[in-house]
């Protein structure tokens, strides 16, 4: 069914939250991605039309599935709403400025949280909050409950968050040279043994032989 609908130019989808439980829809991803061009938090008006009685429900995307590879819509999840009830969003936050202490100093500038939970009417849900960074020195930080909100906007992450920070550059590591190993000393007065020079006989040891004693010869008278 779904690559029945997408070669139809539409993609399958799912409407929760309302009082029929889920109802399963098809949208043109293309005039959906025109509608999110302000903002994943935008309110729609969806037409449904397959149930026994069709009519137009307000919903706010709440999950878009995209191809792995060549990023284009494959299925949707949206939230009916009402414009009288509370709901729960994530907004974006962008940092603006260039930090004190990246520009003077060389830090770092981090930025540790880029979307806020909160809750509020659909009316107040802001398109982005932009928080002003251009102040932070080396070791500032701006943690969530710095970040004003208008009224009607209740915060729901944890206010010790951080936000962004500035950290210190990395210290560059310096590596000593690689010391030589020491070559080995010359060996001064030592002579290469003598080869015998080639057809010389060594020479013989003089054999230590008696002398013969001079024999007596007999007198006679």
């Not at 130019?9 to 439980?21: E, M, N």
């Not at 003598?194 to 013989?204: M, R």
């Given at each position: 069914m779904a690559k029945r609908l997408r070669r139809a130019?539409?993609?399958?989808?799912?409407?929760?939250?309302?009082?029929?439980?889920?109802?399963?829809?098809?949208?043109?991803?293309?005039?959906?991605?025109s509608a999110l061009e302000s903002g994943e938090n935008t309110l729609l008006n969806l037409s449904l039309t397959g149930g026994a009685t069709p009519r137009t429900a307000l919903v706010i995307l709440k999950?878009?599935?995209?191809?792995?590879?060549?990023?284009?819509?494959?299925?949707?999840?949206?939230?009916?709403?009402?414009?009288e009830r509370k709901i729960r969003v994530e907004v974006p936050?962008?940092?603006?400025?260039d930090p004190l202490?990246?520009?003077d100093k060389g830090g770092i500038l981090e930025h540790s949280l880029r979307q806020l939970a909160v809750e509020c009417l659909p009316s107040n849900i802001p398109e982005k909050i932009v928080i002003d960074v251009a102040g932070l020195d080396i070791g500032d930080a701006v943690h969530v409950r710095d970040i004003p909100v208008s009224e009607g906007i209740r915060i729901l992450d944890d206010s010790a968050r951080v936000v962004a920070s500035v950290s210190a550059p990395a210290a560059e590591e310096v590596v000593a040279p690689a010391e030589e190993a020491p070559a080995e000393p010359e060996v001064v007065g030592k002579k290469e043994k003598?080869?015998?020079?080639?057809?010389?006989?060594?020479?013989?040891k003089a054999a230590a032989e008696p002398k013969a004693k001079p024999s007596a010869e007999a007198k006679t008278k």
């Open positions: 130019q539409r993609i399958p989808a799912v409407v929760y939250g309302g009082s029929h439980g889920p109802v399963s829809v098809a949208v043109n991803p293309l005039e959906l991605l999950l878009l599935q995209r191809d792995p590879v060549k990023g284009r819509p494959l299925h949707a999840d949206f939230q009916e709403i009402s414009m936050l962008v940092l603006n400025g202490g990246v520009k003598e080869e015998p020079e080639a057809g010389a006989e060594p020479k013989a």
